[in-house]
């Protein structure tokens, strides 16, 4: 069965930072892309950030670019997101998914979700 | 970045009933090379995480119930519930990845009971 277990989240000031993992299980993860999508209170999906299986491709959305950075760890079978200069805006659930389309080096779709992690920046 | 605008934002339909939600994109997401659509549909329920329930606008997910289909192609799209049931009560979402890796989602249709 396919896992996912994101862990990090938590209250931090705006201009601090947090590091998020995502602990995947299941499935042989150097195989899969892997991204960052996150959901503010209420509010609708936003994807951050993509990686691929050799963490050769990597992208971001314009909205964390220079601020957050994703890498991985398949030998632990592990993704991370280091959030750097947090703001108000950035508070949401992070969610790692897995690509659906892993065959691309690209972002396509996700065919399975973490339960997520909640970020709240604020003083 | 291709604008996804979903209709209605909120829809209620009785237990047993069609339920329809529309997703239209700013542009056309269908790559002309391979005839896709790069187009997916994903349902939340609350305090759950979401779900891929189509890709390539209309492939369904293996054990998505096949009451949930796509339709569509180009810059209109349609998520169907052919006969609604109460554990479909959701936030359903689409997405769309043509203009990959910028990859963006419509705004959300709230499903529920009448």
């Known amino acids: 069965e396919v896992q996912l277990v994101e862990s990090g989240g938590g209250l931090v000031q705006p201009g601090g930072s947090l590091r998020l993992s995502c602990a995947a299980s299941?499935?042989?993860?150097?195989?899969?892309?892997m991204n960052w999508v996150r959901q503010a209170p209420g509010k609708g999906l936003e994807w951050l950030s993509y990686i691929s299986g050799s963490s050769i491709a990597i992208y971001y959305a314009d909205s964390v670019k220079g601020r957050f950075t994703i890498s991985r760890d398949n030998a632990k079978n592990s993704l991370y997101l280091q959030m750097n200069s947090l703001r108000d805006e950035d508070t949401a659930v992070y969610y790692c998914?897995?690509?659906?389309?892993?065959?691309?080096?690209?972002?396509?779709?996700?065919?399975?979700w973490g339960q997520g992690t909640l970020v709240t920046v604020s003083s | 970045d291709i604008v996804m605008t979903q209709s209605p934002d909120s829809l209620a339909v009785s237990l047993g009933e069609r339920a329809t939600i529309n997703c239209k994109s700013s542009?056309?997401?269908?790559?002309?090379?391979?005839?896709?659509?790069?187009l997916a549909w994903y349902q939340q329920k609350p305090g759950q995480p979401p779900k891929v329930l189509i890709y390539?606008?209309?492939t369904r997910e293996s054990g998505v119930p096949d009451r949930f289909s796509g339709s569509g192609s180009g810059t209109d799209f349609t998520l169907t519930i052919s006969s609604l049931q109460a554990e479909d009560v959701a936030v359903y979402y689409c997405q769309q990845y043509y203009s990959t890796p910028l990859l963006t989602f419509g705004g959300g249709t709230k499903v529920e009971i009448k």
């Open positions: 299941g499935f042989t993860f150097s195989s899969y892309s």
């Open positions: 390539w606008a209309s």
């Open positions: 542009q056309s997401v269908l790559y002309s090379s391979n005839n896709k659509n790069y």
């Open positions: 998914a897995r690509d659906g389309a892993s065959y691309y080096d690209s972002p396509y779709f996700f065919d399975y």
